[in-house]
């Protein structure tokens, strides 16, 4: 681990949660997007560098930069470990409830609960090297100590 970089996994997987559960809705709709869309990660050029300018040109780096986030969502998603991927995919692309997804997974709840706040601590982790590859200032759900 790195110095200073000592992550607080409850509050960063509340901070994922969060972000997957709610704040993902508005730049889906923002960027035209549905859930279903990052299932496949089907990637596109995403801007290094916003532009400044009038409210029209706002408008389009707002549609852009949610263009982006979603991007870094489907990257995100699709680099975690196969058991983080699957969960995250169950429960917030499928909207299974977290019951469902421990019983189809075989997992007690008790432990179902554990993997799920360690997929959302490993998609912080990968959403924010995405992001900051993107060039997205505020891409950082981790919680440090």
Request: aromatic residues 8%; positive net charge; charged residues 25%.
């Given at each position: 681990?790195l110095?200073?970089?000592d992550i607080d996994?409850?509050?960063?997987a509340?901070?994922?949660?969060?972000?997957?559960a709610?704040?993902l809705d508005?730049?889906?709709?923002l960027a035209?997007e549905?859930?279903?869309?990052?299932k496949?990660?089907?990637i596109?050029?995403?801007?290094?560098?916003?532009?400044?300018?009038?409210s029209?040109?706002?408008?389009?780096?707002?549609?852009?930069t949610?263009?982006a986030?979603?991007d870094?969502?489907?990257?995100?998603?699709a680099n975690?470990?196969?058991r983080?991927r699957?969960?995250?995919?169950?429960c917030?692309l499928d909207s299974l409830?977290?019951?469902?997804?421990?019983?189809?997974?075989?997992?007690?709840f008790?432990?179902y609960k554990?993997l799920k706040?360690?997929?959302l601590?490993?998609?912080?982790?990968?959403?924010l090297?995405q992001?900051t590859s993107a060039?997205?200032?505020?891409g950082?759900?981790n919680?440090?100590k």
């Amino acid at each position: 681990m790195l110095h200073g970089l000592d992550i607080d996994t409850k509050a960063t997987a509340e901070n994922a949660r969060q972000f997957l559960a709610h704040d993902l809705d508005k730049y889906l709709a923002l960027a035209g997007e549905q859930r279903d869309g990052l299932k496949s990660p089907t990637i596109t050029g995403m801007p290094k560098a916003k532009p400044a300018g009038n409210s029209t040109e706002d408008s389009y780096i707002r549609v852009i930069t949610a263009t982006a986030i979603v991007d870094c969502v489907k990257r995100a998603i699709a680099n975690c470990s196969q058991r983080s991927r699957e969960i995250l995919t169950l429960c917030y692309l499928d909207s299974l409830a977290d019951w469902k997804i421990a019983q189809r997974m075989n997992y007690s709840f008790s432990r179902y609960k554990d993997l799920k706040r360690q997929a959302l601590c490993e998609f912080a982790g990968r959403y924010l090297y995405q992001a900051t590859s993107a060039g997205i200032d505020d891409g950082d759900l981790n919680v440090y100590k």
